[in-house]
Protein backbone atom coordinates (compact mmCIF):
# COMPACT_ATOMS: atom_id res chain seq x y z
CA UNK A 1 0.00 0.00 0.00
CA UNK A 2 1.25 3.20 -1.01
CA UNK A 3 0.28 6.66 1.23
CA UNK A 4 1.25 9.97 -0.15
CA UNK A 5 1.70 12.76 2.85
CA UNK A 6 1.30 16.42 1.79
CA UNK A 7 2.34 18.34 4.83
CA UNK A 8 4.01 21.71 4.86
CA UNK A 9 5.69 21.20 8.43
CA UNK A 10 8.87 19.21 8.09
CA UNK A 11 8.42 17.58 11.82
CA UNK A 12 5.23 16.48 11.27
CA UNK A 13 5.55 15.11 7.70
CA UNK A 14 8.71 13.22 9.09
CA UNK A 15 6.94 11.79 11.98
CA UNK A 16 4.21 10.35 10.36
CA UNK A 17 6.23 8.98 7.62
CA UNK A 18 8.30 7.16 10.17
CA UNK A 19 5.42 5.50 11.97
CA UNK A 20 3.50 4.49 8.62
CA UNK A 21 6.68 2.99 7.29
CA UNK A 22 7.17 1.35 10.52
CA UNK A 23 3.43 -0.37 9.44
CA UNK A 24 4.45 -1.82 6.50
CA UNK A 25 3.13 0.78 4.33
CA UNK A 26 5.14 2.79 1.77
CA UNK A 27 5.18 6.49 1.95
CA UNK A 28 5.82 9.57 0.28
CA UNK A 29 5.67 13.14 1.25
CA UNK A 30 5.41 16.37 0.31
CA UNK A 31 5.56 19.82 1.77
CA UNK A 32 3.38 21.63 -1.57
CA UNK A 33 0.44 20.68 -3.71
CA UNK A 34 2.80 20.97 -6.80
CA UNK A 35 5.41 18.44 -5.79
CA UNK A 36 2.55 16.21 -4.55
CA UNK A 37 0.36 16.76 -7.90
CA UNK A 38 3.76 15.79 -10.04
CA UNK A 39 3.77 12.46 -8.12
CA UNK A 40 0.05 11.58 -8.73
CA UNK A 41 0.78 12.08 -12.20
CA UNK A 42 3.51 9.66 -12.23
CA UNK A 43 2.04 7.34 -10.35
CA UNK A 44 -1.47 7.20 -7.95
CA UNK A 45 -1.36 6.47 -4.27
CA UNK A 46 -3.60 3.94 -2.52
CA UNK A 47 -3.98 6.53 0.04
CA UNK A 48 -3.63 10.30 0.79
CA UNK A 49 -3.03 12.19 4.26
CA UNK A 50 -3.84 15.95 3.37
CA UNK A 51 -2.95 19.01 5.95
CA UNK A 52 -5.51 22.15 4.65
CA UNK A 53 -3.03 24.91 5.58
CA UNK A 54 0.17 24.84 3.23
CA UNK A 55 1.91 27.64 0.95
CA UNK A 56 0.56 28.26 -2.03
CA UNK A 57 -2.90 25.99 -2.97
CA UNK A 58 -4.41 25.00 0.43
CA UNK A 59 -5.79 21.60 0.96
CA UNK A 60 -9.46 22.04 0.28
CA UNK A 61 -8.26 23.44 -3.28
CA UNK A 62 -5.95 20.24 -3.65
CA UNK A 63 -9.13 17.80 -2.19
CA UNK A 64 -11.60 19.37 -5.00
CA UNK A 65 -8.94 18.96 -7.81
CA UNK A 66 -8.52 15.45 -6.59
CA UNK A 67 -12.11 14.80 -6.78
CA UNK A 68 -12.52 15.93 -10.41
CA UNK A 69 -10.01 13.47 -11.97
CA UNK A 70 -11.54 10.45 -12.89
CA UNK A 71 -8.37 8.52 -12.09
CA UNK A 72 -8.28 9.69 -8.48
CA UNK A 73 -12.50 10.87 -8.05
CA UNK A 74 -12.28 7.25 -5.50
CA UNK A 75 -9.28 7.93 -3.63
CA UNK A 76 -9.32 7.31 0.16
CA UNK A 77 -8.33 10.95 1.67
CA UNK A 78 -7.99 11.83 5.35
CA UNK A 79 -7.67 15.43 5.72
CA UNK A 80 -5.00 16.27 8.78
CA UNK A 81 -4.91 19.42 10.06
CA UNK A 82 -5.27 21.72 13.25
CA UNK A 83 -8.59 23.60 11.79
CA UNK A 84 -10.91 22.14 14.75
CA UNK A 85 -13.82 23.55 14.32
CA UNK A 86 -16.85 21.70 13.64
CA UNK A 87 -17.44 23.91 10.45
CA UNK A 88 -14.09 23.07 9.27
CA UNK A 89 -14.78 19.09 9.38
CA UNK A 90 -18.09 19.27 7.84
CA UNK A 91 -16.60 21.35 4.97
CA UNK A 92 -13.93 19.07 4.17
CA UNK A 93 -15.67 15.88 4.57
CA UNK A 94 -18.96 17.68 2.11
CA UNK A 95 -16.30 18.21 -0.28
CA UNK A 96 -15.04 14.80 -0.18
CA UNK A 97 -12.87 13.66 2.26
CA UNK A 98 -12.94 10.16 3.55
CA UNK A 99 -12.29 11.29 7.09
CA UNK A 100 -10.47 14.07 8.95
CA UNK A 101 -8.00 13.88 11.49
CA UNK A 102 -7.22 16.88 13.94
CA UNK A 103 -3.84 18.34 15.24
CA UNK A 104 -2.36 17.14 17.54
CA UNK A 105 -2.87 13.60 17.47
CA UNK A 106 -0.98 10.06 18.67
CA UNK A 107 1.09 8.25 16.25
CA UNK A 108 -1.35 5.67 17.17
CA UNK A 109 -4.42 6.73 16.40
CA UNK A 110 -2.97 7.83 13.30
CA UNK A 111 -1.85 4.74 12.42
CA UNK A 112 -5.52 2.77 13.36
CA UNK A 113 -7.62 5.74 11.52
CA UNK A 114 -5.27 5.36 8.10
CA UNK A 115 -6.07 1.17 8.69
CA UNK A 116 -9.39 1.69 9.14
CA UNK A 117 -9.83 4.22 6.27
CA UNK A 118 -8.03 1.53 3.70
CA UNK A 119 -10.29 -1.07 4.92
CA UNK A 120 -14.04 0.92 4.79
CA UNK A 121 -12.54 1.66 1.13
CA UNK A 122 -11.37 -1.84 0.16
CA UNK A 123 -12.60 -2.49 -2.98
CA UNK A 124 -15.62 -5.11 -2.21
CA UNK A 125 -15.10 -7.65 -4.82
CA UNK A 126 -11.24 -7.70 -4.57
CA UNK A 127 -10.30 -11.45 -4.35
CA UNK A 128 -8.86 -11.80 -0.67
CA UNK A 129 -7.65 -15.68 -1.44
CA UNK A 130 -4.03 -16.26 -0.72
CA UNK A 131 -2.50 -19.91 -1.51
CA UNK A 132 0.71 -21.47 -0.74
CA UNK A 133 1.12 -25.22 -2.23
CA UNK A 134 -1.99 -27.22 -0.16
CA UNK A 135 -2.43 -23.64 2.47
CA UNK A 136 -5.09 -21.57 1.63
CA UNK A 137 -5.83 -17.57 3.19
CA UNK A 138 -9.35 -16.78 2.76
CA UNK A 139 -9.53 -13.09 3.94
CA UNK A 140 -13.13 -13.05 3.15
CA UNK A 141 -13.93 -15.44 5.53
CA UNK A 142 -11.37 -15.25 7.83
CA UNK A 143 -10.82 -18.91 7.55
CA UNK A 144 -7.47 -21.13 6.70
CA UNK A 145 -7.29 -24.66 5.18
CA UNK A 146 -4.44 -26.90 4.53
CA UNK A 147 -5.12 -29.80 1.68
CA UNK A 148 -8.70 -28.56 2.27
CA UNK A 149 -9.06 -29.53 5.70
CA UNK A 150 -9.79 -26.05 8.17
CA UNK A 151 -7.07 -25.22 10.50
CA UNK A 152 -7.70 -23.64 13.41
CA UNK A 153 -5.13 -20.32 13.90
CA UNK A 154 -5.35 -17.46 17.18
CA UNK A 155 -5.27 -14.43 15.69
CA UNK A 156 -1.61 -13.46 15.45
CA UNK A 157 -1.11 -16.65 14.14
CA UNK A 158 -3.82 -15.80 11.06
CA UNK A 159 -2.04 -12.45 11.01
CA UNK A 160 1.50 -13.66 10.67
CA UNK A 161 0.32 -16.31 8.43
CA UNK A 162 -1.48 -13.70 6.34
CA UNK A 163 1.59 -10.90 5.99
CA UNK A 164 3.67 -14.18 4.77
CA UNK A 165 1.51 -15.30 1.69
CA UNK A 166 1.27 -11.35 0.46
CA UNK A 167 4.91 -11.18 0.63
CA UNK A 168 5.77 -14.53 -0.92
CA UNK A 169 9.18 -15.65 -1.91
CA UNK A 170 10.12 -11.88 0.12
CA UNK A 171 12.45 -12.14 3.30
CA UNK A 172 10.79 -10.29 5.71
CA UNK A 173 12.87 -9.42 8.93
CA UNK A 174 11.68 -10.23 12.33
CA UNK A 175 11.14 -6.26 12.42
CA UNK A 176 8.80 -5.91 10.04
CA UNK A 177 6.88 -8.72 11.28
CA UNK A 178 6.76 -6.99 14.24
CA UNK A 179 5.61 -3.55 13.18
CA UNK A 180 3.18 -5.64 10.60
CA UNK A 181 1.47 -8.48 12.83
CA UNK A 182 2.11 -6.76 16.47
CA UNK A 183 2.08 -2.71 15.89
CA UNK A 184 5.13 -0.70 15.11
CA UNK A 185 4.56 0.24 19.01
CA UNK A 186 5.42 -3.09 20.34
CA UNK A 187 7.95 -3.17 22.97
CA UNK A 188 7.86 -7.22 23.36
CA UNK A 189 10.87 -9.37 22.02
CA UNK A 190 11.51 -10.19 18.62
CA UNK A 191 11.96 -13.96 20.10
CA UNK A 192 7.80 -14.00 20.00
CA UNK A 193 8.16 -14.24 16.01
CA UNK A 194 9.68 -17.38 16.16
CA UNK A 195 7.87 -18.62 19.06
CA UNK A 196 4.42 -17.85 16.67
CA UNK A 197 6.58 -19.34 13.44
CA UNK A 198 7.45 -22.34 15.09
CA UNK A 199 3.52 -23.34 16.44
CA UNK A 200 2.50 -21.86 13.28
CA UNK A 201 4.37 -24.57 11.11
CA UNK A 202 3.06 -27.20 13.38
CA UNK A 203 -0.33 -26.47 12.72
CA UNK A 204 0.09 -26.32 8.78
CA UNK A 205 2.07 -30.15 9.24
CA UNK A 206 4.12 -30.09 6.20
CA UNK A 207 2.90 -27.66 4.57
CA UNK A 208 4.81 -25.61 7.67
CA UNK A 209 7.85 -26.22 5.51
CA UNK A 210 7.10 -23.51 3.04
CA UNK A 211 8.63 -21.19 5.95
CA UNK A 212 11.61 -20.80 5.66
CA UNK A 213 14.05 -19.32 8.38
CA UNK A 214 16.78 -16.73 6.58
CA UNK A 215 19.39 -16.72 9.71
CA UNK A 216 20.00 -13.67 11.09
CA UNK A 217 17.66 -11.80 8.49
CA UNK A 218 13.87 -13.33 9.24
CA UNK A 219 11.33 -15.90 7.29
CA UNK A 220 10.10 -16.36 3.83
CA UNK A 221 7.21 -18.00 2.51
CA UNK A 222 8.53 -20.16 -0.54
CA UNK A 223 5.63 -19.56 -2.84
CA UNK A 224 4.43 -23.25 -4.79
CA UNK A 225 1.66 -23.25 -7.41
Not at 101 to 129: D, H, N, W, Y
Not at 152 to 165: H, Q
Amino acid sequence: MRIYIVEDDADIRGMMTYALRNSGYEVEGFGDGKSFFEAVGARTPDLVLLDILLPGEDGLSLLSALRARPETKDLPIMMVTAKTTELDKVTGLDMGADDYLTKPFGIMELVSRVKALLRRTAPKEQAQVYRCGDVELDDSRHAVTVGGEPCILTYKEYELLKFLLINQDIVVSREKIISHVWGFDYGGESRTVDMHVKTLRQKLGACGEAIETVRGVGYRSEGKS
